[in-house]
């Protein structure tokens, strides 16, 4: 049996394969290959053998089976310390395996096409690919294992320098375990999908790393941002920066809670948002008007906040948003006029996001000390539910008009809630307060003398009657509520005896 060391290369990704193959060759590898790595190599001017020649066996099934063979896995598995092992490969004619570099199938890729269909996911589901990686990484003592092109130059730079540490060899195995898992979650997803099985006994998810971040909520704490492959929907993972800063933890999170409430509304709107409650949000004929009346739903709060908009954001609106100091713009375009005038503030940061909503139904994830707690987002909306009118007195249409802004927006405010709205813009919010009544001083006290004819929505039902006689002291004339306390009838009584029109949803929208 020859003690020339064996390269097996087999790659979907070509990227610098030819560079590394002739590296490999000139440090003395002999190098095996399949199918289209082959045809590379070999016409790179690189000598290299087929998987068929070491097997002894062809190429089967269209492919699919050509490395799952002894001769590849008990060159790969041995453990060269172990002398049995070692008389097996002898005795079988088997070579040693020291290098190996896979990266698999699309597969991702594949399901990310518009029209892919079950058979062509299902080919794409890599078999031989997965179980090389594995069984390489499982010998990483012996046997160095390359999973992403970017590795090569260091897997060859340290091979000049005589071997791969032990320590280069472990770091190179995990990246591997990582890659097989994030692939085979990415499958599990898929086929669980296709099963419609929303909430399995096992929940596998994986997300791909996009940037470290220089710390998390505090300083002491660190972080770093991974998005979900494939996803196409508003997400600030594939949102493309024109100006300003690196985003930090604490930014993404408020920026993606914008972006949550913007996406509410089909007219142009505009949302303000402070540590993850709206403070302004306003709608109107053009950006420029619903920017205007975001900011004087709370011009104080704004102060150091994120706007997120969902037209473009043309010269006038960007003439009013330079006025004072922000942390993110989010939108999706800026005219050639606007980014002339906003990106004189060097640090403000400008972010282009898709304004595209989620076609299905997503999971929020939420971790606790050794858990998680999985659930669908909440995308309930009025269109989902029929009004109850619960007073004597109906709402009118303006009041039905600013009731549905204010139980949108209600919706993504930390609870207890309370938003108080009126033309078209919201005038308080009272958030994450530990009781209802307390959230709604909040808010009536922000609005001041323009709660006089305004509305007020609530998340969730009024548990007694003090939110209402509050509310009627500030002069709301129209209350949105969930509806379903065992005393809604003492808050449907002191609407009718204040004139105050009452619906009810039937929906909660706790947020916690």
């Not at 908009?309 to 010269?315: A, G, K, S």
């Not at 997503?362 to 619960?390: N, P, R």
Request: aromatic content about 6%; glycine content about 8%.
């Amino acid at each position: 049996m020859s003690t020339k060391k064996r390269a097996l290369l087999s790659v979907s990704n070509k990227d610098g394969l030819a560079g590394f193959a002739k590296e490999l060759v000139e440090l003395g590898f002999e190098l095996v290959s399949t199918g289209g790595t082959k045809k590379t190599i070999e016409e790179a001017g690189i000598p290299v053998l087929s998987i068929s020649e070491i097997t002894e066996f062809p190429e089967i099934m269209d492919g699919r089976v050509k490395t799952l063979h002894p001769s590849v896995h008990g060159g790969l598995l041995a453990k060269r310390k172990n002398e049995d092992h070692m008389k097996q490969l002898e005795e079988l004619d088997i070579h040693t395996i020291d290098l190996v570099a896979v990266n698999l199938y699309p597969f991702k890729e594949t399901i990310a096409k518009p029209d892919v269909t079950e058979a062509d996911a299902i080919e794409n589901v890599d078999i031989g690919g997965p179980t090389m990686l594995r069984s390489a990484a499982k010998s990483f003592q012996d046997v160095a294992v390359v999973v992403d092109p970017s590795d090569y130059d260091s897997v060859i730079s340290g091979l000049k320098a005589g071997e791969l540490s032990y320590e280069a060899r472990r770091k190179l195995a995990a990246k591997v375990f990582r890659h097989t898992a994030n692939y085979d979650a990415m499958i599990a997803e898929y086929f669980s999908t296709l099963t419609e099985e929303t909430y399995p006994e096992t929940y596998s998810v994986t997300y791909e790393k996009v940037q470290s971040l220089r710390y998390g909520e505090n300083p002491h704490q660190t972080a770093s941002f991974y998005q979900k492959a494939n996803y196409e929907g508003a997400s600030l993972a594939n949102a493309k920066q024109l100006n300003g800063k690196e985003l930090s933890y604490n930014n993404i999170q408020d920026a993606n809670a914008a972006l949550e409430v913007v996406l509410e509304f089909d007219q142009p709107a505009a949302v303000a948002m402070k540590h993850m409650n709206p403070c302004g949000v306003g709608t109107g004929e053009k950006i420029a008007d619903a920017y205007q009346k975001a900011y004087e739903g709370d011009p104080m709060s704004i102060f150091g906040g994120i706007v997120a908009l969902n037209r473009e954001v043309d010269e006038e609106t960007a003439v009013k948003l330079k006025e004072i100091f922000l942390e993110i713009i989010i939108a999706p375009s800026f005219s050639q006029e606007a980014l002339d005038i906003l990106t004189k503030k060097k640090n403000l940061r400008l972010l282009e996001v898709t304004m595209k909503k989620p076609e299905a139904q997503t999971h929020k994830l939420t971790s606790v000390q050794g858990g998680l707690l999985v659930q669908d987002t909440d995308q309930g909306s009025l269109s989902d539910v029929e009004l109850e009118v619960a007073t004597d007195r109906e709402p009118t249409e303006q009041e039905l008009e600013d009731l549905a802004l204010g139980w949108k927006v209600v919706k993504h405010v930390k609870s207890n809630a309370i938003v108080v709205a009126k033309s078209d813009h919201t005038l308080g919010v009272g958030a994450g307060q530990m009781n209802r009544v307390g959230a709604a001083k909040i808010a009536l006290e922000q609005a001041g003398e323009k709660a006089k004819g305004a509305i007020l929505a609530s998340d969730a039902f009024f548990p007694m009657p003090d939110t209402v006689e509050t509310a009627a002291q500030a002069g709301i004339s129209a209350i949105i509520q969930p509806g379903g306390s065992k005393r809604d009838q003492d808050s449907i009584d002191a609407c009718n005896e204040h004139g105050i029109a009452m619906v009810f949803t039937k929906m909660r929208h706790f947020k916690h």
